[in-house]
């Protein structure tokens, strides 16, 4: 799958979601950071994933990486 249809799959909320928790390490601080709840982050998280085809937040994370969706 192309990098255009990985980052058109991820909404932007899922996609700040998920770079903030590859760079502060841990949801609870990525959603702080956002000013959200940290049940909302976790469903944006699990939501990336799954578009991802990935298996946990970390694999989510490194597929975004390899794809240029998050920096």
Known sequence: MSK????????PREKEC???????GKSTLAAKKMGI????AKVNLTRARIK???NSTIQAAFIALDKGIIE
């Open 37 to 40: 709840e940290y049940t909302t």
């Open 52 to 54: 991802l085809g990935a």
């Open 4 to 11: 255009a249809k990985y980052g058109m799959l991820l909404s």
């Open 18 to 24: 998920l770079q903030l928790t590859a760079r502060l």
